[in-house]
T-cell receptor
């Protein structure tokens, strides 16, 4: 199993541009999450999904959108990029029969710079 | 508000034992997880406490006391490779996980 994969690894955006961060997991996990991590800080939940077609906002959803059309994929869309969105973005997933706090599996991250 | 507080840095010697504390202020607190993150890497799961008490996994142990709104991660027989950031994470239900700012552990030879 590849686990959780994310593309791209790095990206530089100009202010006002848009992009989609891709996330795929091959563990058949229903629960998926998007976090951002600013330098020297913990992770903040952007959006999460409990299954295909079901998404909800986390702690910091403004400026982002998500969709979940399949169990495997959970893309994150940035519209009108701003410098405040410069961060490292992590996608994660967890198994529905486990407590959701138990063992979230993280992808390698996407390092995004907005200038 | 909802927050988890951790010390920003801890330094210890190889072979020693170190404890990283986490205090929380959340309503409807659910449980406490611990993650390790090396520089440039992704967080990896270490331990989880759904109930009060101690959970042991090899060299790592984690403790939770709901009455004291407090937990800790204990690392024994420290190795150089344990130098990393350690995050506590709590949940308030509804799948919204909240992470602490992290504790950077430096292990010295």
């Amino acid at each position: 199993n590849a686990g959780v994969t994310q593309t791209p690894k790095f990206r530089i955006l100009k202010i006002g541009q848009s992009m989609t961060l891709q996330c795929t997991q091959d563990m058949n996990h229903n629960y998926m999450y998007w976090y951002r991590q600013d330098p020297g800080m913990g992770l903040k939940l952007i959006y999460y999904s409990v299954g295909a077609g079901i998404t909800d906002k986390g702690e910091v959803p403004n400026g982002y959108n998500v969709s979940r059309s399949t169990t495997e994929d959970f893309p994150l869309r940035l519209e009108l990029a701003a410098p405040s969105q410069t961060s490292v973005y992590f996608c994660a997933s967890s198994h529905p029969t486990s407590d959701y706090l138990y063992e979230q599996y993280f992808g390698p991250g996407t390092r995004l710079t907005v200038t | 508000g909802q927050s988890l507080e951790q010390p920003s840095e801890v330094t210890a010697v190889e072979g020693a034992i170190v404890q990283i504390n986490c205090t929380y202020q959340t309503s409807g607190f659910y449980g406490l997880s611990w993650y390790q993150q090396h520089d440039g890497g992704a967080p990896t799961f270490l331990s989880y406490n759904a109930l009060d008490g101690l959970e042991e996994t090899g060299r790592f142990s984690s403790f939770l006391s709901r009455s004291d709104s407090y937990g800790y991660l204990l690392l024994q027989e420290l190795q150089m490779k344990d130098s990393a950031s350690y995050f506590c994470a709590g949940g308030t239900g509804g799948f919204k996980t909240i992470f602490g700012a992290g504790t950077r552990l430096f292990v010295k030879a």
